[in-house]
């Protein structure tokens, strides 16, 4: 499934984190996803950003369109080539932070979305891709 | 970069969010409302965030940590207006916010913010100390 469009961000400051979700957020009005799946989608893009900023030590985000047999989707993919998480599993649970977090980032955005993907090698960064499906036909 | 306006309303304090704040922007609100709520020696806070499009879980534990300081400082502090789909957002999240107070409105915020401070008048308690 290759995306309709697609637009890679950097993500180095607060300010680039503010850029990305934005950018989200724009995409998904234009695409019509109710405000419901926008807010959802734009904060755990917010967490995930702030992630690759500050864990990650910098990275990008690359946002794309889909069209999959009739739905429309908007996927985004944050990469980093920072530490890299040695423990998904243990990421993954509410609670968790090696930062000064509330350690909700990575297990709170997978709830918000339809589909979520990490990879994440030691030493090789970590690659966190994001996808919301639209419901609503308006 | 943007300072978010604190205005004194009576003896409470009105933050009221109107652009997407950045982390640092945050931090700085977080800095000016606590030098406010001493400099002023206000009542109560009310802050409006029905313009924020989202809360993450930094402006989360922001808006907590502002409950909790203003809380420190003697006074009170009412989180007013958030939109419903952020309190959907929130919840799922994992959020609980469980230290701050929300009202509808400002006008229920206020409300809320006065019956605490009558209460407090008649059990003649929780005052700041005397500089």
Same mark, same amino acid.
């Given at each position: ?138 | ?66 409950? @909790?300081? *203003?809380? &420190?400082?003697? %006074?009170?502090? =009412?989180?007013? #207006? !958030? ?12 959020? @609980?916010? *469980?230290? &701050?107070?929300? %009202?509808?409105? =400002?006008?229920? #915020? !206020? ?21």
């Amino acid at each position: 499934m290759s995306p309709l469009r697609s637009e890679t961000l950097p993500l180095r400051t607060d300010e680039d984190v503010l850029r990305v979700r934005q950018t989200v957020r724009v995409w998904m009005v234009e695409q019509t996803f109710n405000v419901v799946e926008q807010t959802m989608m734009v904060t755990a893009t917010s967490e995930l950003a702030r992630n690759t900023v500050v864990y990650g030590g910098g990275g990008s985000a690359r946002l794309e369109l889909l069209a999959d047999s009739g739905r429309q989707g908007i996927r985004v993919i944050f990469e980093d080539e920072g530490q890299g998480i040695p423990d998904i599993e243990q990421a993954l649970k509410d609670g968790f932070t090696t930062g000064a977090g509330l350690g909700l980032g990575l297990g709170g955005s997978k709830r918000l979305v339809d589909e979520f993907e990490i990879e994440s090698a030691a030493g090789k960064g970590t690659r966190v891709t994001i996808t919301k499906w639209k419901k609503s036909h308006p | 970069m943007d300072q978010i306006p604190i205005l004194k309303v009576g003896e409470f304090l009105l933050v009221s969010i109107q652009v997407d704040m950045h982390d640092r922007q945050a931090l700085s609100l977080q800095d000016d409302l606590t030098t406010q709520v001493v400099k002023t020696r206000a009542k109560g806070v009310l802050i409006d965030i029905s313009s924020l499009e989202i809360v993450d879980s930094f402006i989360g534990r922001m808006l907590g940590n502002m409950a @909790s300081i *203003t809380q &420190v400082l003697g %006074a009170h502090a =009412v989180v007013v #207006g !958030m939109r419903p789909a952020v309190a959907i957002t929130i919840v799922e999240l994992g959020l @609980s916010l *469980t230290n &701050v107070r929300t %009202a509808l409105n =400002v006008d229920k #915020g !206020m409300a809320l913010l006065r019956m605490q401070m009558n209460q407090e008048m008649n059990e003649g308690g929780h005052e700041p100390f005397e500089k």
